[in-house]
């Protein structure tokens, strides 16, 4: 299964980023073989839709989970239309959230925040 997470680098000793749309780097991992691809975020420079344009990049590349520690709901729209599961992160590593989830141990995320709509990139 692909997972994918919201990350501040291209490596997997970096932190999740706090930001869901404007994050610079998208980590897509396979729990099922082990692999990992790190993909430019080119939403997060958008003018506006960020949210809606980074949520079709990581469909596109066959996640079906999610882990970030917010979303906005224009974005959690074209996830739940995709069948894609969002869970809360917890804490900033990579590993860790990785290994939390395979454990059961990350929550689905049911707090969706409004969204930023029409604040433009960073």
Not at 10 to 31: A, E, N, Q
Not at 62 to 73: F, S
Request: hydrophobic share 40%.
């Amino acid at each position: 299964m692909k997972i994918a997470i919201p990350v501040d680098d291209k490596k997997m000793d970096s932190t999740v980023c706090m930001s869901f749309g404007r994050t610079p780097y998208f980590l897509i991992y396979d729990t099922d073989t082990e692999q990992s691809v790190f993909l430019d975020n080119s939403a997060a420079a958008a003018q506006g839709g960020a949210g809606i344009k980074a949520a079709q990049a990581v469909i596109d590349n066959g996640a079906v989970v999610l882990l970030t520690p917010r979303c906005g709901e224009n974005a959690a729209l074209v996830f739940k239309a995709a069948n894609v599961d969002i869970y809360r992160t917890s804490g900033e590593s990579i590993r860790d959230n990785i290994a939390a989830f395979k454990e059961g141990k990350l929550q689905l995320l049911t707090e969706i925040h409004p969204g930023f709509h029409g604040h433009g990139g960073k």
